[in-house]
């Protein structure tokens, strides 16, 4: 058996959303003046790997506490998209795979080549519209995709609502260029924040 980290490290100088910069590793006490060691972390909830619940943009939908973690459990196909055009991930894109209901879809791009402490790029692959719309159709759990958003420029947050509205769970922030594409077991447990909207996550494969 093989485990495989797909996790966004956590430091002070990590990427953050359009360079929100509001990380902070807070050194407590060391072993220079202290008998232990201490720290402490304040970041938002959309920091590195996390799972997106559908009340982050659906009124009444669900908080990060209330989702089935059967739903980030099992199953998952990373799908290779480093040749699509003009950035984004289209219907015609994914239409190139079998693509399993109940299955976790993981999208591997280009994004997984930057690196995690690189300034933000406005210009990363998103998955649009056409491409929700699609894997809505398709019934699977939960979809991720290696960069901090799975949208881009969507003033309705179009991607974001479709996948939601069909229960279909987003993680962002994954890392998958030491990948290949294919199939393995993943395991995404988000911290248990009651009543909010997401999440920071450990993510891993299973070969």
């Known amino acids: 058996m093989k485990i495989i980290d797909i996790s966004w490290p956590i430091t002070s100088d990590i990427t953050t959303y359009k360079n929100k910069s ?6 407590n006490h060391s072993w220079g003046t202290s008998a232990k060691r201490e720290s402490q972390l304040a970041c938002g909830m959309h920091t590195g790997t996390h799972v997106d619940a559908p009340a982050h943009f659906l009124e009444s939908g669900l908080t990060v506490d209330q989702l089935d973690l ?13 040749a699509v055009k003009n950035n984004q991930i289209t219907k015609l894109d994914l239409s190139n795979f079998e693509i399993a209901a109940g299955a976790i879809i993981l999208l591997k791009t280009n994004n997984s080549y930057l690196a995690a402490n690189s300034r933000f790029e406005p210009n990363f692959v998103y998955l649009d519209r056409s491409g929700a719309e699609y894997l809505a159709s398709k019934k699977i759990k939960a979809v991720g995709i290696d960069y901090l958003g799975i949208e881009r420029n969507q003033p309705e947050h179009d991607t974001h609502k479709i996948l939601f509205t069909a229960g279909v769970i987003i993680i962002e922030g994954l890392r ?5 594409a294919g199939s393995y077991q993943f395991i995404c447990l988000p911290i248990n924040m009651i009543g909010q909207e997401a999440a920071l ?7």
């Open 22 to 27: 509001d990380v902070q590793v807070l050194q």
């Open 201 to 207: 996550a450990r993510a891993i494969l299973v070969k």
């Open 70 to 82: 059967n739903n980030l459990m099992g199953p998952a196909q990373v799908l290779e998209l480093s």
């Open 176 to 180: 998958l260029a030491q990948v290949v």
